[in-house]
């Protein structure tokens, strides 16, 4: 039970870690990354630019997506556009989750310690909230690394590798489990580092995770959707068209995640790095794929 208990309060610390980080960006870029979104969609190509580069940094595609939707509301920007910005948010959340894979907890004590020097001396001050995205950066460290430490002891408990083995075989369950886990969490990104984090230590078997991280892309999805299912029309458009693309995606690779296993393995010897990267090439397929029908869709 102590394990479990120190399992979860590390999940919950790498939520919180993510959510800091988000609402730091946006309260110090907030307005000029409105303006990146709103003035860099002269072609798709350079929409979906922008959407990676400002995901990339608020490491939200739900951030984004709320954004460039309320643009669409405004008609400052058209939906194919939008929907353009959407397929290159989610490439740019799945870049975070490859750069927070790397083995990056020595920084974790120092991001903390410079981030609360700086918050607490500058609270009001523009320093004051960069402390804040530090002490989120420290964080989410940190709390990968407790991660890690409560899998490894967890995986000599017969009951859990019976609880988990359920799981297995199973990818209709894996992936709804994964979608449940990113609107719980409020952040697949999260989820996805979970998820490497425990295939990492033989928590979770690699197939299982692939299903879980499918999932997560679709949570991430149904979160736009619920987070504006009480705007207007025209602002709930952008958040399913993304929907759709996830879910047309779910639905033509899903198949082909024993195949990545089977040729990625023998190049990529760690669990993690294989997850995180599974997570980004579906995220970059899908934007490659789908970048030219944004019209269709819309």
Not at 16 to 35: C, E, H, P
Not at 70 to 99: H, I, K, N, R
Not at 169 to 176: G, K, R
Not at 221 to 242: C, D, E, F, K, Y
Request: hydrophobic share 60%; proline share 3%; glycine share 8%.
């Amino acid at each position: 039970m102590k394990h479990l208990l120190n399992l979860l309060a590390a999940i919950a610390l790498l939520v919180w870690g993510t959510q800091l980080v988000r609402a730091g960006i946006l309260r110090v870029f907030g307005a000029n990354l409105r303006n990146v979104l709103a003035h860099s969609v002269a072609s798709r190509w350079a929409a979906a630019t922008s959407g990676l580069g400002v995901t990339a940094l608020v490491q939200s595609s739900t951030a984004t997506a709320l954004i460039i939707s309320s643009f669409v509301g405004q008609g400052l920007v058209a939906l194919p556009m939008a929907l353009a910005v959407m397929l290159g948010a989610d490439v740019g959340t799945s870049l975070m989750t490859v750069v927070f894979s790397f083995d990056l907890s020595w920084l974790s004590p120092l991001f903390i310690f410079v981030g609360v020097v700086l918050y607490v001396s500058r609270q009001q001050a523009p320093a004051g909230r960069i402390g804040r995205i530090l002490i989120g950066l420290g964080l989410m460290l940190l709390a990968l690394r407790l991660i890690s430490q409560s899998t490894q002891i967890m995986t000599q408990s017969p009951v859990v590798k019976e609880l988990l083995g359920s799981l297995a075989h199973d990818l209709l369950l894996e992936i709804t489990v994964g979608a449940f886990l990113a609107l719980v969490a409020y952040s697949s990104l999260a989820i996805v580092l979970l998820t490497a984090t425990m295939a990492a230590s033989g928590l979770v078997p690699l197939d299982s995770a692939m299903g879980l991280v499918l999932g997560a892309n679709l949570g991430s999805g149904l979160l736009a959707v619920l987070t504006t299912s009480r705007s207007a029309v025209v602002v709930r458009q952008v958040p399913v068209g993304n929907l759709v693309f996830k879910a047309i995606g779910l639905i033509l690779l899903a198949p082909l995640s024993g195949v990545w296993l089977r040729n990625a393995r023998p190049y990529i010897h760690d669990p993690a790095t294989l997850v995180v990267l599974a997570h980004l090439c579906f995220n970059v397929v899908v934007a490659f794929v789908f970048i030219g029908l944004t019209q269709v869709i819309a």
